[in-house]
């Protein structure tokens, strides 16, 4: 083994007088059994850091490293860059444009804008309804309490008033008779007249309370004809109907509601009243 007294023991005196150099220094008591700073160094004089001596090339790296009390790293070797090797560098990427925004549209004018629910412009009413005679003479007053149906078609020229037209059909008088089957037996038969009404000309008056559930008021007017029971040919009349309603929104073209009518009707020189209640089914567009 070799001997290295020499070597370390010149790296402890060039650590002793850097110590001495530090301030404060002159309180510093040297490991036991050596002398002070002082007197090292009045033994020989100081070496600057700069003097210090190297150590010689037969000392063992590990103990060189762990005397300098410094780490050894091995350099990392690190990728080669595309530019380097020869590649061009990827493209930057293009800074983010803000796109305006397009000027916002010109403002309506007041008297433009609609006041108050929309219904639709026209609409189309199918009108299942009974009809019961009250007063008059007949035959215009009527025989029997009958049922028929009314189709219709409105316009609507304001959200308040609206025109309409109407074709219905009804029984009106029953006349029994007595004839003979095939097989010779005698049975009665009820032939049924029929009133054929049109309302050439209606008008419908709204009252929009609520946006769906609409009460109206129906004055309209036309001709019927009537076709006896007795088989004689057809009497043409006139008449009048009055009907305070109201429909309801149950979708959005989709009205469901009802009606109680007045009707007077004129035939041969006589005048008949009646009620008929009906239900409304409707369709707005």
Request: proline share 14%.
């Amino acid at each position: 083994m070799k001997n290295h007294s020499p070597t370390m023991g010149r790296a402890l005196g060039a650590t002793l007088a850097l110590i001495a150099l530090l301030p404060g220094a002159s309180a510093y008591a040297g490991p036991a059994g050596g002398p002070p700073p002082e007197a090292a160094s009045a033994d020989r004089p100081s070496a600057s850091p700069a003097e210090a001596p190297t150590p010689s090339s037969d000392v063992d790296p590990g103990q060189e490293a762990s005397a300098a009390g410094t780490t050894k790293t091995a350099p990392v070797d690190s990728a080669p860059s595309p530019a380097a090797e020869g590649q061009a560098p990827p493209p930057a990427t293009p800074p983010r444009q803000l796109v305006p925004l397009p000027p916002p549209p010109p403002r309506e004018p007041a008297d433009s804008l609609p006041k108050g629910p929309w219904y639709g412009t026209f609409w189309f009413e199918v009108r299942p309804e009974l009809t019961a005679p009250v007063a008059g003479a007949q035959p215009a007053k009527g025989e029997i309490v009958s049922g028929g149906a009314t189709v219709g078609l409105g316009f609507r020229l304001h959200r308040l008033v609206g025109l309409r037209t109407a074709m219905g059909l009804l029984l009106h008088d029953a006349r029994a008779r007595r004839v003979t089957t095939v097989f010779g037996d005698r049975i009665d038969v009820v032939d049924y007249g029929q009133i054929l009404a049109f309302e050439f000309l209606g008008l419908r008056a709204f009252a929009p309370a609520h946006p769906r559930f609409l009460p109206y008021l129906d004055v309209s007017g036309g001709m019927a004809l009537w076709f006896p029971a007795d088989g004689r040919p057809a009497v043409p009349g006139a008449l009048v109907r009055v009907a305070p309603g109201f429909e309801g929104w149950v979708a959005p073209r989709i009205t469901l509601g009802a009606s109680f009518g007045y009707r007077l009707l004129v035939l041969s020189n006589t005048v008949g009243h009646a009620v008929q209640p009906a239900i409304v089914f409707g369709v707005h567009w």
